[in-house]
């Protein structure tokens, strides 16, 4: 293999990201169903989501998401990667690996707007989170729908949110809950532990 087929395929790899979920452009022929739109800060960066529901909605108070978002928490809504279509602006994307500090492609990774740098994603192995203040929530219904569900790493917190939702020391499932945590909430958790226990 010459020179030019080793950097012609070294550049296909490295720009593969271009052509898998879910950076994808959707064709129409995909009968990709456009429920909701958003849009970066700028607007340099627009996409769409075909899910109503996200697959969950948290806010976490883990430190890197604080100092990411220069905010006490983050809010994401987790969706599939196939479920987002980048409308415009997915070329023009930068990430960043809070890991090993690096900006390469490399999973999990943070994506933000390359012009306004506003946060864009989370991308995951499997899974995308993405910000719900980014997305048109038009209705009450809409709002409804990303409605956070739990606080995670909550025993980082920087400030008390008393808002009745479950509370998990870190990942959610996997820690304790704490604080105001629902006491049925509470209950159903133990009940889930004890039957696993079991098994």
């Known amino acids: 293999m010459d020179a030019d087929q080793t950097r012609n395929k070294s550049t296909s790899a490295e720009e593969g990201w271009k052509f898998r979920a879910p950076y994808r452009v959707h064709e129409p022929s995909d009968h990709f169903r456009v429920r909701y739109e958003a849009q970066c800060h700028c607007g340099k960066v627009k996409y769409q989501l075909s899910r109503e529901v996200p697959l969950?909605?948290?806010?976490?108070?883990c430190t890197t998401c604080q100092t990411q978002h220069a905010a006490p928490f983050q809010w994401a809504a987790i969706f599939h990667k196939t479920d987002i279509n980048f409308d415009r602006g997915h070329h023009g994307l930068e990430w960043y690996d809070p890991s090993t500090?690096?900006?390469?492609?490399?999973?999990p990774c943070k994506i933000r707007c390359?012009?306004?740098?506003s946060p864009i994603m989370d991308e995951?192995?499997?899974?995308?989170?993405?910000?719900?203040s980014l997305v048109d929530l038009r209705t009450d219904k809409d709002r409804e729908n990303f409605k956070p569900r739990c606080h995670m790493f909550y025993s980082q917190r920087v400030m008390d949110v008393p808002d009745g939702l479950p509370k998990w020391s870190a990942m959610q499932g996997q820690s304790d809950l704490i604080e105001d945590t629902p006491e049925e909430a509470v209950k159903a958790f133990e009940r889930k532990r004890m039957g696993f226990q079991k098994d």
Do not use: Q, V, Y
């Open 56 to 61: 969950d909605s948290k806010l976490c108070h």
């Open 101 to 107: 500090k690096s900006t390469e492609h490399h999973l």
């Open 114 to 117: 390359a012009f306004c740098h």
């Open 124 to 132: 995951g192995r499997n899974m995308i989170l993405l910000f719900p």
